[in-house]
C-alpha cells in the first residue's frame, strides 16, 4: 500500500496522466471500494487524516469520462457506476447487505457487512460501518467516516469533502444515533455512544455547550445527547448544539433499534 501511496503523490503533482498512471490511480480506487484503505486512521486514540487518499479520488475524477446509463429505475451519466452494478444475489447474502431500488451508492465507497441501505445516497470515499443503518433520504458526502452500529435517521445529511486537502472529514463513531434532519458537517467529530437528537445542525462554527460542566466543544463528547438551543448574549441570541446529558437507560430504550427490522 505505501508503494501506491508514494506514487499518488507524485501523480498528483503532473499535470498530465498517462495510460500506467491512470491504471495506478484505477487499482487505488478499487482498494478503496473494498475497504482496505479509508479516508482516516486511528492513532493513539486521535483520527488521522489520509491526504493522499483525497488526491487519489481527486485524480479519480480528472481521469474518467461519464458513463452513460439507462436502466430501468435511473437514468445516470456520471463519471462513476453504482457500487453494486452487476453484483448478484450470492454477494448480498454473504455480506448481508439490505438496500433498496433507490439507494444510490457511487463506487468508490466501501458498506460493511450488515448494512441497511434505505433510500439514500453515499458518495465516493465514504465508509460505512457494520450493522449500520441509513434510513430514507439520508446522503452521506464523500470521505465521511460513518462507524459500527450507527442509526443515521431519516433526511440526515453527513457532510463530505474533498477540498481543500487538508481538511478534515465528518467522522461519526461506533454506537451513535443521529436523528431525524439533523446535518453534521465541516469536519466535526462525534464520539463513541452519542446521541443527535432531531434537527440538529452542527458545523466547525456551530457552539457546542455542554450545561452540565459549563463547557464548549469543538466536537461531540462521547455518551454525549445533543439537541438544538440557542445562547442569550444580551442583545441578541445565537444558534448553539446543547449537550444536556450523558447517555443513560432512558435514552438507550428510546434509540434502541428493533431486532426484527435489522435481521
Given amino acids: 500500500m505505501e508503494k501506491i501511496k508514494l506514487k499518488i503523490k507524485n501523480i ?40 493522499w487518499v483525497k488526491k487519489l479520488i481527486i485524480l479519480y475524477f480528472k481521469t474518467k469520462k461519464n ?3 439507462n436502466s430501468k ?52 470515499g465514504a465508509h460505512i460501518g457494520k450493522n449500520t443503518l441509513l434510513d430514507t433520504w439520508c446522503t452521506v458526502g464523500s470521505c465521511a467516516f460513518i462507524g ?4 443515521i435517521s431519516g433526511g440526515v445529511g453527513i457532510g463530505g469533502v474533498l477540498e481543500p486537502i487538508n481538511n478534515n472529514p ?14 453534521i458537517v465541516e469536519g466535526i467529530i462525534v464520539k463513541k455512544n452519542s446521541v443527535i437528537s432531531m434537527g ?6 456551530t457552539k457546542i455547550y455542554d450545561r452540565t460542566k459549563s463547557k464548549f466543544y469543538n466536537y461531540i463528547p462521547k455518551n454525549s445527547v445533543v439537541v438544538s438551543g440557542c445562547l442569550n448574549y444580551g442583545y441578541y441570541s445565537l444558534y448553539a448544539a446543547i449537550i444536556v446529558k450523558r ?6 430504550k428510546k434509540i434502541r433499534k428493533n431486532k426484527n427490522l435489522i435481521n
Fill in 12 to 51: 498528483y503533482l503532473k499535470n498530465k496522466i498517462n495510460k500506467k498512471e491512470k491504471k495506478i490511480i484505477k487499482k487505488g480506487v478499487k482498494y478503496l471500494n473494498k475497504g482496505k484503505i479509508k479516508i482516516v486512521f486511528k492513532k493513539k486514540k486521535k483520527w488521522i487524516l489520509n491526504k
Fill in 67 to 69: 458513463i452513460f446509463n
Fill in 73 to 124: 429505475y435511473f437514468i445516470i451519466n456520471d463519471k462513476f457506476k453504482h457500487k453494486f452494478y452487476k453484483k448478484n444475489k450470492k454477494y448480498f447474502i454473504k455480506k448481508n447487505i439490505r438496500t433498496t431500488s433507490f439507494s444510490y451508492i457511487r463506487y468508490g465507497s466501501y458498506i460493511s457487512n450488515n448494512v441497511i441501505l434505505m433510500p439514500c445516497f453515499v458518495n465516493i
Fill in 148 to 151: 459500527k452500529n450507527v442509526h
Fill in 170 to 183: 465528518v467522522i461519526i463513531e461506533n454506537n451513535c444515533f443521529i436523528g431525524a434532519r439533523s446535518e
Fill in 200 to 205: 440538529v445542525y452542527i458545523g466547525s462554527s
Fill in 247 to 252: 447517555k443513560d437507560i432512558k435514552t438507550k
